[in-house]
């Protein structure tokens, strides 16, 4: 089921209008960074840019099991995923709120790693076993998130805030 585009009057310009998911679901396929936000042990954020694949209605990232989002995530799966332009009066920002759940099934894994050659070129090939994805003597763990609630921020005239909330 699509979720519904609403439009919030406080942060829009008169003449803004909500942007359709179908748009907004485009465009984060189509991003190839995006910033992901994590939180320690100890409550303090962390923020990292990395490369992420949209596919069956989920955002993919990969991390190896001893770096600092992966262990926030073992503790607190709550993640914010952003991607967008750096510019103030042109753009869309978007904001992917959800839990990260860890993707171990081979089959699934070989899938998603297609999609990351497919997207990125052969640096970001890996091979699958044993859950992870693998990539010169290193291993990965794969994430999904699917999204909880999603904000696009479209930026110039006219500005805008949508939200997407899901399930």
């Known amino acids: 089921m699509e979720p519904r585009?609403?439009?919030?009057?406080?942060?829009?310009?008169?003449?803004?209008?909500?942007?359709?998911?179908?748009?907004?679901?485009?465009?984060i396929a189509e991003a190839e960074l995006f910033w992901i936000s994590t939180v320690r042990p100890d409550g303090r954020p962390h923020v990292t840019p990395l490369p992420a694949v949209w596919s069956d209605g989920a955002l993919h990232f990969c991390t190896g099991p001893e770096e600092r989002k992966a262990l926030n995530l073992a503790l607190n799966?709550?993640?914010?995923?952003?991607?967008?332009?750096?510019?103030?009066?042109?753009?869309?920002?978007?904001?992917v709120e959800g839990d990260a759940v860890r993707v171990s099934d081979d089959a699934r894994l070989r899938g998603l790693a297609e999609a990351w050659e497919r997207k990125y070129g052969s640096f970001w090939h890996f091979e699958v076993r044993d859950g992870y994805f693998h990539h010169g003597a290193g291993k990965a763990l794969v994430f999904s998130v699917a999204p909880g609630t999603v904000f696009g921020f479209g930026k110039g005239e006219p500005f805008s805030q949508t939200r997407w909330r899901f399930g």
């Open 5 to 27: 585009a609403e439009l919030d009057a406080r942060y829009s310009d008169a003449t803004a209008t909500a942007r359709p998911w179908s748009e907004a679901e485009a465009m």
């Open 77 to 95: 799966p709550h993640v914010v995923l952003t991607t967008g332009t750096n510019t103030w009066n042109k753009g869309f920002d978007l904001v």
